[in-house]
């Protein structure tokens, strides 16, 4: 298990007032099984993470175990840590170029398909998508 999840399980515990004991007691899980999961001996399970970022009032944790999986890795972008108002900010720019791709974004999907000549154009709006997709949820998580 990824360190920054790890971290991330005992920061957020602690953020929400619980002691490893309360915690486990609201996880429904013994105190042993909790200590395992943060010092990275066990895998969490899926449910347990969803417990614990509703409990914890941290659904970051869910996004940081997505990320440990293999898919998660593949699918999901890092994030960075970042203030408000630089989130905020990046996040108004990935709008921006986003508002800037409309037209050719209409252009092509106009015919349900994506010819030889659009498919550089194409692969920008991606790469454009992407990266709004990670200033979001950076602008997302930020407390």
Sequence with gaps: ????????????????GLTQEQASEKLCISGRSLINYEMGRTNVPDDIVNKMSQIYNAPILGYYWLRNTQTGKSILPALAKSSLSESGLCFLDGLNTANECRADVIKICMDNKIDASEQPRFKK??????????TLMNFTFIK
Excluded: P
Excluded at 3 to 13: I, S
């Design 1 to 16: 298990m990824n360190n920054e999840f790890l971290n991330a399980l005992v920061m957020h515990r602690n953020n929400a």
């Design 125 to 134: 709006i991606v790469e454009a998508s992407k990266d709004l997709m990670k």
